[in-house]
């Protein structure tokens, strides 16, 4: 497969706090990738570097061989189809809602490509329709509900078709129904050719969603591999912070080992 | 003053922000006179009774309209109860205070004394209840065209009238953004509201009110900066376009004649 | 206070647009030249915040309570010109969403509380901050001292605006046909609250988000701390750090401007005539009523309100070129001129430092 995305030894700092040092990664077009990690281990960084919202302070970041760097934005043409081409979903979806209603929202990205009127009409009437939001087509935004704020910010991006799917923890904070509607877009995605880069620190869907983990530990990668050798490495996983050991109780049996956080999921 | 008071005024603040948006949106929805006009022959025509009202110096006329405005709600299915409780009261309770001394205070012929010299004149009495019934009159116009009309058909018609994109664009995202940070206003203020004992000390309470605005301002600041960020992804290259969608038909341009014959007539005989 | 439609004649509303749609234009025009785009959120953000603080019922010392505006940490954090838009689109919504303040009368609001509080927040709290570190006790002091200022401004000039309704907007019988209170009943009534309520919630709220903001995120009082900044503070910052003189002298110019801008306006559009007037009865009442007669004024003064109230008609009715009337007039004057000299001065001592600001 070729290669879409290289990181090469980036660093970048906010407001002169490192959140990522010297982190390297090679992203093959068309993989399905779930990026674990911590609050605070780089995740949504990784990701804003990917679409080019800002630039790293150090190393580069290569798209198709070209690297990002802002005077590349400086031209319409490229930066348009950039745009076009990679969608990043923010983690909080009332960034992302930021238009009167969510007609506009949707079509919000269409225009800025500058599309026809009738055919940013009719796209945007076909994307509400794929996400099951055409009723709330003259909503505003803050009357709805989390679940409903999230598949209006995905219409938003993927209303222009993009072949690159940032997802930055998209089932955050949702009821179990609306996680499921995510997680089944995210694996119809997964056997498409599209691109998916999901970062999350929800283990239990990792490996519905992904045929690589790569796990992010303050700002660098600490593992990159198939999900049954990372889930099943509990040392890396404590390491990272992405599961918990404390005293817990079976019944009347109680010990103490490292687990994910669902209690629910594992067993002996 | 009741335990932690201030919280509690500032909290119905909020609570009655969030329902008039709520209201407006379900009138919006249906189907009334105003509701079948093009939004810009709203917004023009409405405007243009307001001036009217301005315009206008004397009470008949202004009263005439104030029933023309009543009117127009009803056939647009806004409720005079509504009116009542939510426009007509607040404003008589507001300006009739402001306008109460002016009876006695102008100058002029009196016609009622009271004792210690006070007296009511005319003049008083007359300017009182222009000042009343203007506000009223003027209030009861732009409630009835916010309440039939979705704010974004408000912001394109403006926009179709050459109103700067950048701040309509402004207008848009900061109307949005009002109800994200009144909720998170609120949400913080009634935690504070649920946690406190007792009467908290004056001093404790502005410290109190000062952190919240800072944390309320901090939030702001990192919500206008990731919007920036999600325009940008989006496509955003600095120049904002809008979508809009009117088209006037017959039946608009006799609401727009309408308007503007009320408005000059009024303005005529009001001279 | 937020004036509803109907307080203001159609004249003096539609002075106040124009001068309201010049403080726009001005600011537009410099935020352009810094990124719009950018500060475009971050302006609609401020405005919003603003209008959640005007929601604020503040508890202030003694027991009352108050309403800020938030135009002075707009000015501080955005800039003049950011909290001049930032203010207007709030006072926008306010009138036109929730029916607080009029739609004929968002001119003038836009005036009092954007433009006029936005420039007088920014002077002062500029002056009295000058060379002050970003996190010193001065700025907080600045602040708060801008707030009182700012809402006390936009108060005053209200008060005239109203002051001046009876004066000039009556009909044949004397009957005020907006406001129908005098200088001397409008003055007092306005001013009273502001110097006790609104200036001091002003005036801690500011000082409170200074504080708070120099412990959370000291950048974003760089861009108006007039200290030097690297290229890429500049660079992040939301709008140049550049002068905001012509703004400033813009205002000096208007406030000098003024007393004869009143006085044209007057002329053009007094709705009285002699006939009007023919009731020598009523016309002595409405000059009792609007006059506070003073036995004696220094000589100067004396010409200087001559200079004002003479180029009346000769039937205009006394109160028109009464003492008090040229004093206020005098006193507006008097303000823009010592604004001008200020800002003169500034001008003149910046020039003797070293260049601060990288190209």
């Known amino acids: ?268 | ?271 | 206070m937020h004036i509803p439609d109907g307080y203001l004649s159609p004249s003096t509303c539609a002075t106040l647009y124009a001068g309201a749609i010049a403080g726009w234009y001005a600011a537009l025009k410099q935020v352009r030249q810094v990124l719009l785009s950018r500060v475009v959120p971050m302006i609609s953000v401020f405005a919003a915040f603003a209008f959640v603080v005007m929601m604020f019922n503040l508890p202030l010392p003694g027991g009352t309570t108050g309403h800020a505006i938030g135009v002075t940490i707009s000015a501080i954090v955005l800039g003049p010109s950011g909290a001049i838009l930032a203010i207007s689109i709030a006072l926008a919504i306010q009138a036109l969403f929730f029916g607080d303040g009029g739609i004929t009368t968002l001119g003038a609001n836009c005036f009092n509380m954007a433009i006029v509080g936005s420039l007088v927040a920014y002077g002062s709290y500029r002056l009295i901050s000058a060379g002050a570190g970003i996190s010193s006790k001065r700025r907080i002091v600045a602040a708060a001292i801008a707030g009182y200022l700012a809402a006390n401004a936009s108060a005053f000039v209200a008060a005239i605006e109203f002051g001046v309704q009876p004066l000039w907007f009556h009909d044949a019988a004397g009957t005020p046909l907006y406001a129908p209170y005098p200088f001397h009943v409008a003055l007092p009534a306005m001013m009273i609250g502001h110097l006790t309520f609104a200036g001091l919630a002003e005036a801690l709220i500011s000082a409170g988000l200074v504080a708070y903001l120099q412990v959370a995120d000291p950048r974003l009082l760089q861009s108006t701390s007039g200290m030097a900044m690297s290229t890429e503070e500049r660079a992040g910052a939301y709008l140049a750090a550049s002068s905001p003189r012509r703004l400033w002298l813009g205002v000096a110019l208007l406030m000098l401007l003024t007393p004869l801008g009143v006085l044209a306006i007057g002329k053009a559009w007094s709705e009285w005539s002699p006939a009007e007037f023919a009731a020598a009865g009523s016309r002595a009442q409405v000059a009792a009523a609007a006059t506070m007669p003073t036995a004696t004024s220094p000589a100067g003064m004396q010409r200087l309100t001559t200079l004002w109230t003479a180029p009346f008609p000769a039937y205009a009715p006394t109160f028109v070129r009464s003492a008090t009337f040229g004093y206020l007039l005098s006193a507006m004057f008097g303000v823009g001129f010592l604004l001008a000299l200020s800002l003169l001065a500034q001008r003149y001592l910046e020039r003797r430092r070293t260049t601060r600001y990288f190209p």
């Open chain 2, 1 to 271: 003053m009741k335990r932690s008071g201030f919280i509690a005024s500032t909290t119905v603040g909020f609570t009655r922000a969030l329902s008039h948006a709520l209201m407006s949106e379900e009138i919006a929805r249906q189907r009334g006179l105003l509701q079948a006009l093009d939004a810009r022959v709203r917004v023009i025509g409405l405007f243009a009774l307001v001036v009217a009202v301005t315009l206008s110096r004397r009470l008949a006329v202004v009263l005439a309209l104030f029933v023309g405005a009543a009117i127009l709600a009803v056939l647009s299915k806004v409720s005079l109860g509504t009116l009542a409780k939510r426009v007509w009261l607040v404003v008589l309770a507001f300006t009739g205070v402001i306008a109460l001394p002016a009876m006695f205070v102008t100058p002029g012929d009196p016609i009622a004394t009271f004792a210690g010299g006070l007296h009511i004149t005319t003049q008083g009495l007359m300017t009182a209840a222009l000042l009343i019934a203007r506000v009223e009159t003027a209030v009861t116009f732009t409630t009835v065209l916010i309440l039939c009309t979705p704010w974004a058909h408000v912001l394109k018609a403006l926009h179709s009238f050459r109103l700067p994109r950048e701040v309509t664009t402004m207008l848009a995202m900061t109307h949005r953004y009002v109800f994200l940070l009144v909720e998170t206003a609120s949400q913080m203020f009634e935690s504070r509201h649920s946690r406190t004992v007792g009467r908290l000390p004056r001093a404790e309470q502005r410290r109190m009110v000062a952190r919240s605005a800072g944390v309320l301002l901090s939030k702001s600041i990192d919500l206008g900066n990731d919007v920036y960020l999600a325009m940008q992804a989006r496509g955003f290259r600095g120049e904002v376009r809008i979508l809009s969608d009117f088209s006037m038909k017959p039946r608009d341009y006799a609401g727009l004649l309408a308007f503007l014959c009320a408005g000059t007539l009024a303005i005529w005989m009001g001279r």
């Open chain 1, 1 to 268: 497969m070729a290669l879409l995305f290289e990181l090469e030894d980036v660093n970048f700092e906010y407001e002169r706090i490192p959140a990522l040092r010297g982190l390297s990664l090679q992203i093959a077009d068309g993989e399905s990738i779930a990026v674990l990690g911590a609050n605070g281990s780089g995740k949504s960084t990784m990701l804003r570097l990917l679409d080019a919202l800002c630039f790293p302070t150090q190393g580069s970041v290569t798209f198709g061989g070209r690297p990002l760097t802002a005077e590349l934005f400086h031209q319409d043409g490229f930066a348009l189809s950039f745009r076009r081409r990679v969608a990043l979903v923010f983690q909080n979806p009332d960034v992302q809602l930021f238009n009167p209603t969510v007609f506009d929202e949707v079509a919000f990205g269409p225009l800025q490509l500058q599309w026809q009127k009738h055919e940013i009409v009719s796209r945007v009437s076909a994307t509400l329709e794929l996400m099951k939001i055409s009723h709330l087509r003259e909503r505003s935004p803050y009357r709805l509900s989390g679940g409903e704020k999230k598949r209006v910010a995905l219409a938003s991006v993927i209303v222009l078709e993009p072949e690159v799917l940032l997802l930055d923890e998209p089932t955050s904070g949702l009821d179990p129904r609306s996680q499921s509607q995510i997680i089944d877009l995210i694996q119809d995605w997964k056997g498409s050719s599209k691109t998916v880069i999901t970062a999350t620190n929800q283990l239990e869907i990792v490996e519905d969603i992904a045929s690589r983990i790569v796990v992010l530990e303050e700002g660098r990668v600490a593992a990159n591999g198939k999900p049954e050798e990372i889930l099943s490495n509990q040392q890396l996983l404590l390491n990272a912070n992405l599961v918990h050991a404390h005293r817990h109780s079976h019944g009347t049996y109680e010990h103490s080992h490292p687990h994910m956080h669902s209690h629910s999921k594992h067993e002996h």
